[in-house]
């Protein structure tokens, strides 16, 4: 059974950091492009950061650019985003999903193979 296992979300004040992290079960984890959304309460599911299946290339939403990072070790089968200088916007669930890279990009969340269940993150002002 695949799994993909969210951790590392919390209360934080505004300005500091975080780092996710998502553990997959899938035996074929280097061959999928992996993808960080995030949903906040009342709001749909978006694309935060995606990366390809050799961590060759990311991608990220306007809105994290430049505080966010996405990376990804696939002899742990996992996938990591480093969250710096956090805004009371941020907070949200973050999900981790396997898909598509093309999909994962364009926040197609419909389109992923797989999806993690989500750690909650709280940014306070």
């Known amino acids: 059974q695949v799994q993909l296992v969210e951790s590392g979300g919390g209360l934080v004040q505004a300005g500091g950091s975080l780092r996710l992290s998502c553990a997959a079960s899938?035996?074929?984890?280097?061959?999928?492009?992996m993808g960080w959304f995030r949903q906040a309460p009342g709001q749909e599911r978006e694309f935060v950061a995606a990366?390809?299946?050799?961590?060759?290339?990311?991608y990220y939403a306007d809105s994290v650019k430049g505080r966010i990072t996405i990376s990804r070790d696939n002899a742990k089968n996992t996938v990591y985003l480093e969250m710096n200088s956090l805004k009371p916007e941020d907070t949200a669930v973050y999900y981790c999903?396997?898909?598509?890279?093309?999909?994962?990009?364009?926040?197609?969340?419909?389109?992923?193979?797989?999806w993690g269940k989500g750690t909650l993150v709280t940014v306070s002002s």
């Open positions: 990366i390809s299946w050799n961590g060759g290339s990311t």
């Open positions: 899938l035996r074929t984890f280097s061959g999928y492009a």
């Open positions: 999903a396997a898909g598509p890279l093309e999909r994962i990009k364009a926040g197609l969340s419909k389109y992923m193979d797989y």
